[in-house]
């Protein structure tokens, strides 16, 4: 079972702003950076954000994230069909000594 | 282009091993953090573990679920990261992914490999 928890689905119609939210503790995401992954069907997962809200080069200013407290969010505005996939939170675990995992939340663009 | 070529894996009992291969294309892992990340089938991601770079002095880490049973290790000519996996269950069944981190973030995971399925069944 994960400790970072993310909700299994989120949905939006083509253009519209989704936002997915991660929750941890003061162990994870309260003391360390947060990072998220897109997983999209057949490939290798992709770095979309690193240290809480910072972009990649080549990621789409469309995605965007914060960390407030224990928790943390991605929002993906402008949405198109190509953004239909798996994201994932991520978080070095103080107390466990590993990175962390949020379970997944599948985007489905309507 | 940096790019991180997988290979290994396959088909093996239980109770057997394996090694899984990360190969550096373009550039070479010595200044690089490398992890391991796999998914089992309908599952998300699970980290297994990480080697540090040579300014950490190359130190690994290992989640609990395999702490003992895994191991990573680079190869001499800094060009490859392996990933030992001894007493394999039916729960290890998985794509394993490799990852070296981006110069701008040790704890990334920038580059991915293509993934190699490991598939334990008697």
């Known amino acids: 079972q994960s400790v970072l928890t993310q909700p299994p689905s989120a949905s939006g119609t083509p253009g519209q702003t989704v936002t997915i939210s991660c929750s941890g503790s003061?162990?994870?995401?309260?003391?360390?950076?947060v990072y998220w992954y897109q997983h999209l069907p057949g490939t290798a997962p992709r770095l979309l954000i690193y240290?809480?809200?910072q972009r990649p080069s080549g990621v789409p200013d469309r995605f965007s994230a914060s960390r407030s407290g224990a928790s943390a969010s991605l929002a993906v505005s402008g949405l198109r069909s190509e953004d239909e996939g798996d994201y994932y939170c991520?978080?070095?675990?103080?107390?466990?000594?590993?990175?962390?995992f949020g379970a997944g939340t599948k985007l489905t663009v309507l | 282009d940096a790019q991180v070529v997988q290979s290994g894996g396959g088909w093996v009992q239980p109770g057997g091993s394996l090694r899984l291969s990360c190969a550096a294309s373009?550039?070479?892992?010595?200044?690089?953090?490398v992890d391991w990340v796999r998914q089992a089938p309908g599952k998300g991601l699970e980290w297994i573990g990480r080697?540090?770079?040579?300014?950490?002095?190359?130190?690994?880490e290992y989640a609990a679920s395999v702490k003992g049973r895994f191991s990573i290790s680079r190869d001499d000519s800094r060009t490859s990261v392996y990933l030992q996996m001894n007493s394999l269950k039916t729960e290890d069944t998985a794509v394993y992914f490799c990852?070296?981190?981006?110069?701008?973030?040790?704890?990334?995971?920038?580059?991915w490999g293509q993934g190699t399925l490991v598939t334990v069944s008697s």
């Open positions: 080697t540090r770079n040579k300014a950490n002095y190359y130190t690994m």
């Open positions: 373009g550039f070479t892992f010595t200044d690089y953090y």
């Open positions: 990852s070296r981190s981006p110069k701008y973030d040790d704890n990334a995971l920038g580059f």
């Open positions: 240290r809480n809200n």
């Open positions: 991520a978080a070095w675990d103080e107390d466990l000594g590993g990175r962390l």
């Open positions: 003061s162990s994870n995401i309260g003391s360390t950076y």
